[in-house]
């Protein structure tokens, strides 16, 4: 590995932000599944969590189209919801999920910047009832136009990059938020096969 391809890796272990992530329940197109992951990497996610309990189990998560992400972001698949939620609700204090009904309040009047796990619907029907029940609150991207929602990958980067933005205003890129085993342990991950 070159001196140029390790300070690479620092630099993007250094800006990780382990205390955001995201839920994807039964989304259904790999595609969406594959923006979602950029999206994460992009501002420094490093897991992403995905339930399949109403929709076919994936052996592939759409390897073609998100290989790129793949490497970087770590996907989490959970054909239970429960034992999706037990996990998160281990390492992330509050879920917030994604809801039309109600008046959920606008991603920019939340508070981004805690410990959280945001949760995004499948395309057709957003995040189940049970899901629901099991969120600490809800928000919505808003919208002035004909159209209901946003497609499900667009809905998630424009959260994520809010929640960057006040992130970034808080200082958490400003030092490194993983602990030092942490980002050990990632950065040999990341530079298994790589000489």
Not at 145 to 151: A, D, F, K, V, Y
Not at 155 to 178: D, F, P, S, W
Request: with cysteine.
């Amino acid at each position: 590995m070159t001196p140029e391809r390790s300070a690479k890796l620092d630099q993007v272990i250094r800006y990780r932000q382990p205390g955001l992530t995201v839920i994807l329940e039964n989304v259904f197109d790999p595609h969406n599944l594959a923006a979602v992951m950029r999206t994460c990497d992009a501002v420094g996610i490093q897991e992403v969590y995905a339930i399949t309990d109403r929709i076919p189990e994936r052996k592939n998560w759409g390897y073609r189209s998100s290989r790129s992400a793949n490497k970087w972001v770590d996907l989490h698949a959970f054909t239970s919801r429960e034992a999706c939620l037990e996990r998160v609700r281990a390492r992330y204090h509050r879920i917030l999920g994604t809801c039309l009904e109600g008046n959920p309040g606008s991603i920019y009047a939340l508070s981004l910047t805690g410990s959280l796990a945001l949760v995004f619907g499948n395309e057709k029907y957003g995040i189940s009832e049970d899901m629901k029940a099991a969120c600490d609150g809800f928000f919505r991207v808003p919208q002035v136009g004909m159209i209901q929602s946003l497609n499900i990958s667009v809905a998630c980067a424009v959260t994520l990059y809010e929640a960057y933005r006040q992130k970034e205003i808080a200082g958490h890129y400003r030092e490194q938020r993983l602990s030092v085993v942490e980002a050990f342990e990632l950065k040999k991950r990341w530079t298994v096969g790589e000489g």
